[in-house]
T-cell receptor, first 123, second 107 residues
Framework: EVQLVASGGGLVQPGGSLRLSCAAS????????VTWVRQAPGRGLEWVSA??????????TDSVKGRFTVSRDNSKSTLYLQMNSLRVDDTAVYFC???????FGLGSYLNYWGQGTLVTVSS | DIQMTQSPSTLSASVGDRVTITCRAS??????LAWYQQKPGRAPKLLIY???SLETGVPSRFSGSGSGTEFTLTISSLQPDDFATYYC?????????FGQGTKLEIK
C-alpha cells in the first residue's frame, strides 16, 4: 500500500523557517518524481514545488522561489521542503504527493497524496 | 501560467442524480487533465487522468471527457459518498495548476 506521511508543520513567526518531511513507503520511491501542494484555509489547491526522481531537477511556483528548497533522500524514501523567510500568506496545509512518472510536468499527474501537515505563519 | 476555471462553484444535487462539472483551460492542454475528489480534512484523491482514464479502484459512475480547452467530469448516479469538492488539474507542463473547485452538496 502506498503511503505518504507528511510532518514538520507548526506555528512560526513571519520571517521564520520550517522544514517539512514526507516519508514514503509502499512503492519504489527513487523512481518517481514527488511534489508539494498546499491549501490555504478554506481555499483551493496550489502547486508549490516538485523534484524529479533523480533529484537533479527541481521546480517552484514563483511565490516561493528563493525562499523554499525542495530535496529528497532516496536512501530514506523521504521528501523535504525547507521553508525560509516565511510569510503570513504561506499559511496552509502542505500535502506531499507522488507523481505518476520519474519526471515532472507533461504527462505526470499526482496519483497518491499524503494527509498533509499544517503550517501557520503568525505573530 | 495556464488558468483553469471550473463551473459551477457549488452544485446541489440528490442521491441518484446525474451531475456534470465543467473545467476550462485558458489555452490548449491536449488531454493532460486530471480530476480529484477531496473531502473535508482529507487529502485529494485521484479519480480521472488523461481527461478520460479512470484510476484503478474508482467506481465506473465517474467519467471524464474533453480535450483542448474544455473538459467535463460526470457522475452518472450520485451516491452518498460522492458529496465532496472536486478539482480539475492541468499537467501539460511542470507548472501544474488547479481549478478553484466545485463543491457538490446534498439538495
Amino acid at each position: 500500500e502506498v503511503q505518504l506521511v507528511a510532518s514538520g508543520g507548526g506555528l512560526v513567526q513571519p520571517g521564520g523557517s520550517l522544514r517539512l518531511s514526507c516519508a514514503a513507503s509502499g512503492f519504489a520511491f527513487s523512481t518517481y518524481a514527488v511534489t508539494w501542494v498546499r491549501q490555504a484555509p478554506g481555499r483551493g489547491l496550489e502547486w508549490v514545488s516538485a523534484i524529479t526522481a533523480s533529484g537533479i531537477t527541481t521546480y517552484y511556483t514563483d511565490s516561493v522561489k528563493g525562499r523554499f528548497t525542495v530535496s529528497r533522500d532516496n536512501s530514506k524514501s523521504t521528501l523535504y521542503l525547507q521553508m525560509n523567510s516565511l510569510r503570513v500568506d504561506d499559511t496552509a496545509v502542505y500535502f506531499c504527493a507522488k507523481a505518476s512518472s520519474r519526471e515532472f510536468g507533461l504527462g505526470s499527474y499526482l496519483n497518491y497524496w499524503g494527509q498533509g501537515t499544517l503550517v501557520t505563519v503568525s505573530s | 501560467d495556464i488558468q483553469m476555471t471550473q463551473s459551477p462553484s457549488t452544485l446541489s444535487a440528490s442521491v441518484g442524480d446525474r451531475v456534470t462539472i465543467t473545467c476550462r483551460a485558458s489555452q490548449s492542454i491536449s488531454s493532460w487533465l486530471a480530476w480529484y475528489q477531496q473531502k473535508p480534512g482529507r487529502a485529494p484523491k485521484l479519480l480521472i487522468y488523461k481527461a478520460s482514464s479512470l484510476e484503478t479502484g474508482v467506481p465506473s459512475r465517474f467519467s471524464g471527457s474533453g480535450s483542448g480547452t474544455e473538459f467535463t467530469l460526470t457522475i452518472s448516479s450520485l451516491q452518498p459518498d460522492d458529496f465532496a469538492t472536486y478539482y480539475c488539474q492541468q499537467y501539460s507542463s511542470y507548472f501544474q495548476t488547479f481549478g478553484q473547485g466545485t463543491k457538490l452538496e446534498i439538495k
